[in-house]
T-cell receptor, first 112, second 114 residues
Framework: QQQVKQSPQSLIVQKGGISIINCAYENTAFDYFPWYQQFPGKGPALLIAIRPDVSEKKEGRFTISFNKSAKQFSLHIMDSQPGDSATYFCAASKSYGQNFVFGPGTRLSVLP | KAGVTQTPRYLIKTRGQQVTLSCSPISGHRSVSWYQQTPGQGLQFLFEYFSETQRNKGNFPGRFSGRQFSNSRSEMNVSTLELGDSALYLC?????????????FGPGTRLLVL
């Protein structure tokens, strides 16, 4: 019940295309869902986050879509760029805590 | 503002030894969390400290311990090292550790156990 599933494991997208990464969770107590971006040799960096009271949140080229009934959420990267090539992690946590449960990660490669 | 710093960046130890890793959070941040990152298990939460008290704990054996000092700096200790402890250990800090706060990660300490 603590798991967060993430797919695909790896993703190759052409420059300008849309990258879509999906996550699913079981624990209905989770109510905060961040996405992190990690470049090689660096720690993860917060990209965008959402609470279940909204179905979508957009920040620049990055959008989170949230489906509370299906317990699924996804990250869409519009107009993907080679600089977006990184590993992306979805995560979940319960209120008032930051002991995040992370998905296994998606390695995104954006081809020039 | 300086980011989260972790020392050392790289460490090689042998089985049975113990190791201490250090984390300095962003100035003013009082919550420090530790994570283990491995290719097989991904990112796993170890523990979180706030105001020198362990507030949350993940599912790791007692060989993994930590502490936080009055200046919010934190240390993590692993005793009786096993080969499977080889991993990237990440520290993250936030203001007070509320769920919506941005958690800033350090670059990690890469530990290799031989």
């Amino acid at each position: 019940q603590q798991q967060v599933k993430q797919s695909p494991q790896s993703l190759i997208v052409q420059k300008g295309g849309i990258s879509i990464i999906n996550c699913a969770y079981e624990n209905t107590a989770f109510d905060y869902f961040p996405w992190y971006q990690q470049f090689p040799g660096k720690g993860p960096a917060l990209l965008i986050a959402i609470r279940p009271d909204v179905s979508e949140k957009k920040e620049g080229r990055f959008t989170i879509s949230f489906n509370k009934s299906a317990k699924q959420f996804s990250l869409h990267i519009m107009d993907s760029q080679p600089g977006d090539s990184a590993t992306y992690f979805c995560a979940a946590s319960k209120s008032y805590g930051q002991n995040f449960v992370f998905g296994p990660g998606t390695r995104l490669s954006v081809l020039p | 503002k300086a980011g989260v710093t972790q020392t050392p960046r790289y460490l090689i130890k042998t089985r049975g030894q113990q190791v201490t890793l250090s984390c300095s959070p962003i100035s003013g941040h009082r919550s420090v969390s530790w994570y283990q990152q491995t290719p097989g298990q991904g990112l796993q939460f170890l523990f979180e400290y706030f105001s020198e008290t362990q507030r949350n704990k993940g599912n790791f054996p007692g060989r993994f311990s930590g502490r936080q000092f009055s200046n919010s700096r934190s240390e993590m200790n692993v005793s009786t090292l096993e080969l499977g402890d080889s991993a990237l250990y990440l520290c993250a800090s936030s203001l007070v550790g509320r769920d919506m706060e941005t958690q800033y990660f350090g670059p990690g300490t890469r530990l290799l156990v031989l």
